[in-house]
């Protein structure tokens, strides 16, 4: 069975950081691309970094400059490093991997439970 296992969360001040970290536990045949993203109360769901197929990392606006999206791609390991935060940063973070479980398989989405990161003083 396909598991993603999120770890990091947490209540941080403003200004602090956070480190999440994602693993991806289970048979897989490929993994395209990881990443986070968050969904803050009463909001849509939103992307927060992926790292790509092709060794690329793709960012939110709202969170250049301030996070970091690192990949084992060997491992099946996806962590974010989270400084400067914000109350707005505040929100469940999943951890998303898009592959296939064998080489039969389709290509789909797989997402953790979430974890909580709260930003707040």
């Known amino acids: 069975q396909v598991q993603l296992v999120e770890s990091g969360g947490g209540l941080v001040q403003p200004g602090g950081s956070l480190r999440l970290s994602c693993t991806a536990s289970?048979?897989?045949?490929?993994?395209?691309?990881m990443g986070w993203y968050r969904q803050a109360p009463g909001k849509q769901r939103e992307l927060v970094a992926m790292?790509?197929?092709?060794?690329?990392?793709n960012y939110a606006d709202s969170v250049k400059g301030r996070f970091t999206i690192s990949r084992d791609s060997a491992k099946n390991t996806v962590d974010v490093q989270m400084g400067s935060l914000k109350p707005e940063d505040t929100a469940v973070y999943y951890c998303?991997?898009?592959?296939?479980?064998?080489?039969?398989?389709?290509?789909?989405?797989?997402w953790g439970q979430g974890t909580q990161v709260t930003v707040s003083s």
């Open positions: 790292s790509t197929g092709n060794g690329h990392a």
């Open positions: 998303t991997a898009k592959g296939k479980r064998t080489i039969m398989s389709p290509t789909r989405d797989y």
């Open positions: 289970g048979l897989f045949f490929s993994i395209d691309e």
